[in-house]
C-alpha cells in the first residue's frame, strides 16, 4: 500500500484527515538495548536526508513514520514479560535524542507513545497490559488526544459517561501530538464518581465513529508533529479500554520521570542537530572574520570559544541526561515518597540543561556561521523553531522552583507529570 504523501497548503488546512493504515507487516523484534541504538543510528541517517523538505514544505512524514514502526523501535519499552526489549530509560532517552538530531517532528511524535505505554505499565491490569502491548509489538502506534485549551483552571470537559449500559467518551482536544499518526488515541477524561470528579486515560481506536481528526496545528515550529485537534462525538468504547489515570499519581510511580525525561531528550537531539549543522557550515561555507588574520573560519580564535562553549553545555545536558535516567530506573525498580521524587528532580535539572543547551547550539549556529547561514535553501532557522517552540512544553522557570524547594526545604516536587 503506497503511503499518501501530504502536504498542507491553504486550501486543505483544518480539513479533517483520513485515518493511518494499518501496519503494512508486523515490525521487526528489537532484542536490547545495544541493538535499539544501532538501528536508531541508522535510522536517524535516513531521516535526516529530508528532513529540511519536510519542514519548509510541511510535509506530514507518513512513510518515514511506517518505517520507524516497521523497525520495532515503537516496542522496545513493552516489558520483556510481554515480548518486549524493555530497555533502560537511558536507551530510551539516546533514541529519541538521536531521531531528533535529524528530525526533531520525527522524535516528539512517539513520544506520546511511549508514555501511554508507561501508563499501562504503571496502572492497567493483566488483561489490558497483555492486549496494548500485543497491539503495540504488532505495530501500531498510540497518538495521545490529554490536553485543552480554551480554559483557565485546566480543569478538563471530555467526560466519560454511561448511557443506555454503553461507555460514552464526548469532548475536544488540542496539542494532539501523533495523533493524525495513531492507530489508538489515549484521552485523558474524567468522570463523576461520588460526587467528584475522576481522571482515566480511556484507549479509543482512531477509526471508531464520532471520531475527528484535524490537522489545525499551526505553530513555527516542530510543524510536521500532527499536534492539532481530536474531537470526540459521543464516541463508543469498549470498558476493558479504560485504564486508571488519577490514581497512578496518588501514589508515587514513574509516569511523571519518564514523561519528562523523553522532553529533555527531544531537545538534547534538536541541540546537537543544530550543533552538526554548524560544525560542517564553519568547515566548509563560514569565512573568518578580518580581524582574526586567519585563513579559515575553524582557525577564528573567537569562533573556536563559541564552539567549545556549546560543545561543553551539550555534554553537560547528556551527562545529566543520562543520571535522570538511572534515577528513573532505580525509582522503577523501588517506586516510594524518596525514590520518586528524587528521579522527578534529577528529570528537572536535565530538562533545564537541555533547554539552555538547545537554544545556545540553535542561535550559535547562526552567529558563527554568519549570514549566509540564514539562506532559506539551508532551511537552518529550523533549528532555532524547533527548539525554541518545543522548551516551552512545562516551563523551566517552574523546575527551577521545584528544584530549590528540593534542597533547600527538603520538598517534595508535585507529582502530576510535568516537573
Keep these: 500500500m503506497e503511503l499518501a504523501r501530504k502536504t498542507v497548503t491553504d486550501t486543505d488546512f483544518r480539513i479533517p484527515v483520513e485515518p493511518a493504515p494499518p501496519p503494512l507487516r508486523r515490525p521487526d523484534l528489537i532484542s536490547d538495548d545495544e541493538q535499539a541504538i544501532a538501528v536508531a543510528t541508522v535510522l536517524a541517517a535516513e531521516f535526516a536526508a529530508g528532513s529540511a523538505e519536510r519542514?519548509?514544505?510541511?510535509?506530514?512524514?507518513w512513510r518515514e513514520l511506517e518505517r520507524f514502526s516497521e523497525t520495532g523501535l515503537w516496542g522496545i519499552t513493552v516489558p520483556r514479560e510481554f515480548g518486549g526489549a524493555d530497555v533502560s530509560t537511558h536507551t530510551l532517552?539516546?533514541?529519541i535524542a538521536i531521531i531528533g538530531a535529524a528530525d526533531g517532528s520525527l522524535s516528539q511524535i512517539p513520544q506520546n507513545h511511549f508514555y501511554a505505554l508507561e501508563v499501562l505499565r504503571v496502572g492497567a491490569s493483566v488483561k489490558q497490559q497483555r492486549f496494548f502491548f500485543e497491539r503495540v509489538l504488532a505495530g501500531e502506534r498510540f497518538g495521545n488526544?490529554?490536553?485543552?485549551i480554551g480554559q483557565r483552571d485546566f480543569k478538563r470537559r471530555t467526560r466519560l459517561f454511561r448511557e443506555r449500559g454503553k461507555w460514552i467518551v464526548h469532548g475536544q482536544k488540542f496539542y494532539c501530538t501523533g495523533a493524525i499518526y495513531a492507530h489508538w488515541i489515549p484521552t485523558l477524561v474524567v468522570a463523576e464518581e461520588d460526587a467528584r470528579d475522576v481522571a482515566y486515560l480511556a484507549f479509543i481506536p482512531r477509526n471508531a465513529p464520532g471520531v475527528t481528526i484535524v490537522d489545525d496545528w499551526d505553530g513555527f515550529g516542530q510543524r510536521v508533529t500532527g499536534s492539532g485537534s481530536v474531537g470526540f462525538d459521543q464516541v463508543e468504547i469498549d470498558p476493558e479500554w479504560i485504564v486508571p489515570f488519577q490514581s497512578s499519581f496518588e501514589r508515587p510511580t514513574t509516569i511523571?520521570?519518564?514523561?519528562?525525561i523523553m522532553h529533555a531528550a527531544i531537545d538534547l537531539g534538536i541541540g546537537q542537530g543544530a550543533y552538526r549543522e554548524m560544525l560542517q557550515f564553519i568547515r566548509e561555507r563560514a569565512r573568518p572574520w578580518l580581524d582574526s588574520k586567519v585563513e579559515r573560519a575553524s582557525e577564528d580564535p573567537l569562533t573556536l570559544q563559541n564552539v567549545g562553549n556549546v560543545w561543553l553545555r551539550l555534554r553537560a545536558a547528556e551527562g545529566l541526561l543520562k543520571r535522570a535516567a538511572d534515577a528513573t530506573d532505580?525509582?522503577?525498580?523501588?517506586?516510594?515518597?524518596?525514590s520518586v521524587a528524587h528521579a522527578s528532580i534529577a528529570v528537572a535539572e536535565a530538562k533545564i540543561l537541555t533547554t539552555k543547551a538547545s537554544l545556545l547550539a540553535a542561535n550559535k549556529l547562526f552567529e558563527l556561521s554568519g549570514t549566509s547561514s540564514t539562506l532559506s535553501d539551508d532551511n537552518f532557522d529550523r533549528y532555532w523553531r524547533n527548539a525554541r517552540t518545543h522548551t516551552l512544553h512545562d516551563p523551566v522557570r517552574w523546575k527551577y522552583q521545584a528544584i530549590g524547594n528540593y534542597y533547600l526545604n527538603g520538598k517534595r516536587p508535585p507529582r502530576h507529570g510535568a516537573i
Design 55 to 61: 519542514d519548509r514544505d510541511r510535509v506530514l512524514p
Design 93 to 95: 532517552a539516546q533514541l
Design 145 to 148: 488526544a490529554l490536553a485543552e
Design 256 to 260: 511523571g520521570p519518564v514523561a519528562q
Design 330 to 338: 532505580a525509582a522503577r525498580a523501588d517506586m516510594t515518597e524518596d
